[in-house]
Every structure is written in structure tokens, then in C-alpha cells.
């Protein structure tokens, strides 16, 4: 009996094995270090795009990019930044550029003008970068005028993605040939309290992207949502790298990688991909307790304590409390 038992056991852990970590090792890791890219950015066609090109990822996704030859058309808010990035990459990688300066929190006409300056372009990859997220965590009835806040990030974080890709992917499809990047986050798969709106909105690109890969996937077109963890700029108030905050080039050239690879990635660190879509909401709940309240809530006698946390899931929660305790020790205590 404890031999048939055993060997049941044995088969199941194989079965997981085979089935759950030997593909995602190779999506994720093998793939791309063994066998190099998968796809041909610079046969996707004469001109890339980038939204939210003159800071943080996005920078480090137009200079990537034109370290491959590819021209690039950059899209932001300021114009001095504009020109002093394209200014740049214009004398380092010899490529054209084209820049175009809009806010993507304001209203639909900002497409005509970016449909307009791009109409003779042959775009074949589009990331989709640009985002906006919260000054600082707050609960979702405290956001100072929430209304217009609302408004302006699904105009910058949902609409943007759809317009992009509504101006762009025709061509593709034209052509038989593109890649689309849907910059997403990491609050895709972590719990969102404090940031509902914007783990929210990143949600929407997460799945947008993914029904989208699957509609053009016979099209020759790539789809891909980014779930970035901690990356070190502006928006996420990170200053310093470490184990799980990592800079924009370092973020960008692992995510190149991966494109045609893994249809969502954290990319990095590449254990973060594996282990955050294990955490679930109710594992955060605490973190908004009072002392006081956790202590009532976790007030429990020893046989409860390993019937209700070993049976329960005390890896995720040990995960939650040391993904936590980095989120606090950033110094603007920003949870992005
Ligand atoms: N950093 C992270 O840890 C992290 C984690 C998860 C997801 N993400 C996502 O990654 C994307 C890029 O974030 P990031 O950290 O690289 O941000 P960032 O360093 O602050 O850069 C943001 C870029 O977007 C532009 N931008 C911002 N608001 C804009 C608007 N309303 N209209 C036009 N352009 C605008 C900025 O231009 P100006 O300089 O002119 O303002 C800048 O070029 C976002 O979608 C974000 O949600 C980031």
C-alpha cells in the first residue's frame, strides 16, 4: 500500500513538473539565454514607437531600440525633453527619429495629431510605456479630486494602449508583421490596496494584451504585456537597485529578450515572475490593521495556529510579508 501510494505521489510531482516548471524555465529563462531572440525586431518594419519616451523604461526602450538601427518616434509630454533625447540617440545610434509632443491625460484629439505625423511611417513595433500612477497610497474614497483623477488615468494608463494599438495595428496586419508592447505592472498579479485605481487599470492592459496576442497570433503580429516588478525610476521613487529593483536598461534588455517568448512577463528578477501571481489579496489585508487590530485578528492558541497557518498557504504569506517590508523600506514609501 505505502509503495503504491508512494509511487502515485512520485508520478504526481513529475506530472507537476513536466507540466508547470519545465515550460515556464524555458519561456522565461532557457529560451531566450539559449536560443537568442526569437524574433527580428528590425524586419518588423522601418519605425518603432514609444509612448512615454523621454524618462525610465520608456527611454531605455527607445535607445535599446535604436541600438538595433531602428528609427524611432518618440511620444511624451515635454517637448525639451523630446528633443534632448532624440538629440541623443540621433548621435549615438545614427537612426532618424520623430518627435511628437502630447498629454495623454487630455482629451481624443491628441490622436488625429499623432495619426497625422505618423501617416507616411511604416510603424512595425509599438510599446505602449506611458503611465501614471498614484503621487502617494491612499485609500480610494480619500483621492483628492478623485473625479478628475479618475478621468486622467484611463485616459493615460486604458485609452492610450486602445487608441495606440487601434492606429497602428491595421498597418501591422497590412503587412503581416509587428510587435506590439503593452507596458502593464506587477500589481497585475500583487494585491492593489491603496493603488486600487491603478492595479486596476494595469489589469485591463494585462488582459487586453492577452486576448489581443491570441486574435493576431495567426497574423504574424507578437503581443506582449510587461508586468515590470520594481524598476528604478521617476514614477516608482526607487533610487537604488537591489535583489528586486533593478534599472531601466536592465529591465528593457531582459524584456527585448522575451519578446515572442512569454506573452506576459515580470521579466525581472525573473523569480518574481514565478512567485507573484501565487499571492493573494487576503494576504495583504493585515498590512492596513492597526497593531492593535492584527493582534485580535492573529490572536490564536498554538493548535490553531498549525491547523489554520501551516494547512493555509504560510509561504505566500511569508512572501507577502518580505514583498511588504521592501515596498516600506522605499523611501517614498510609493507602491509602484
Ligand atoms: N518603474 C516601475 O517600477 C514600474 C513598475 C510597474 C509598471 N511600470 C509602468 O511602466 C511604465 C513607465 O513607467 P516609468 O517608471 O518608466 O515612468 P517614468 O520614469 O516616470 O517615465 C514616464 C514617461 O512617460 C511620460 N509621461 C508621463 N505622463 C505622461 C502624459 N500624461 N502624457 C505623455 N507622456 C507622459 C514622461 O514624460 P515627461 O518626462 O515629459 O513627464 C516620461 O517620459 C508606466 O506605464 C508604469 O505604470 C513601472
Excluded at 499571492?279 to 485578528?297: E, N, T
Aim: include cysteine.
Amino acid at each position: 500500500m505505502y509503495d503504491y501510494v508512494s509511487g502515485i505521489c512520485t508520478l504526481a510531482v513529475a506530472f507537476l513538473v513536466l507540466w508547470q516548471v519545465v515550460p515556464w524555465l524555458y519561456l522565461n529563462l532557457l529560451g531566450p539565454k539559449l536560443f537568442g531572440p526569437k524574433i527580428r525586431l528590425k524586419e518588423m518594419g522601418q519605425w518603432a514607437l514609444v509612448t512615454g519616451a523621454t524618462d525610465g523604461i520608456g527611454k531605455a526602450f527607445v535607445k535599446a531600440l535604436a541600438k538595433k538601427g531602428i528609427n524611432l518616434i518618440l511620444v511624451s509630454r515635454s517637448l525639451a525633453k523630446l528633443k534632448d533625447v532624440s538629440k541623443d540617440i540621433q548621435n549615438k545610434f545614427n537612426v532618424q527619429t520623430k518627435i511628437i509632443a502630447v498629454d495623454f491625460t487630455s482629451g481624443p484629439e491628441i490622436y488625429d495629431a499623432i495619426e497625422k505625423q505618423t501617416a507616411d511611417l511604416e510603424v512595425g513595433i509599438l510599446v505602449n510605456n506611458v503611465g501614471m500612477s498614484y503621487a502617494n497610497p491612499e485609500y480610494f474614497s480619500a483621492l483628492p479630486d478623485r473625479l478628475k483623477f479618475f478621468d486622467r488615468m484611463m485616459a493615460c494608463n486604458v485609452t492610450s494602449v486602445l487608441r495606440m494599438c487601434g492606429l497602428f495595428l491595421p498597418g501591422m496586419v497590412k503587412r503581416r508583421k509587428g510587435v506590439v508592447i503593452n507596458v502593464a505592472s506587477i500589481y497585475v498579479y500583487l494585491p492593489g490596496p491603496l493603488i486600487s485605481v491603478y492595479a486596476a487599470s494595469k489589469a485591463f492592459v494585462a488582459k487586453f494584451s492577452d486576448a489581443l496576442a491570441t486574435e493576431y497570433a495567426g497574423h504574424g503580429i507578437t503581443v506582449q504585456s510587461l508586468e515590470p516588478g520594481f524598476v528604478a525610476t521617476k514614477l516608482s521613487k526607487f533610487s537604488r537597485t537591489n535583489m528586486v529593483v533593478c534599472t531601466p536598461e536592465t529591465y528593457v534588455t531582459s524584456a527585448l529578450a522575451m519578446v515572442g517568448f512569454a506573452r506576459h512577463s515580470t521579466d525581472f528578477p525573473f523569480l518574481m515572475n514565478f512567485l507573484c501571481p501565487k499571492i493573494r489579496s487576503d494576504d495583504f489585508d493585515d498590512l492596513l490593521l492597526s497593531p492593535r487590530q492584527v493582534q485580535a485578528r492573529f490572536h490564536i492558541s498554538p493548535r490553531g495556529f498549525i491547523v489554520n497557518k501551516l494547512a493555509q498557504a504560510s509561504i505566500r504569506r511569508l512572501l507577502s510579508v518580505l514583498l511588504a517590508k521592501e515596498l516600506n523600506s522605499n523611501e517614498g514609501c510609493h507602491w509602484d
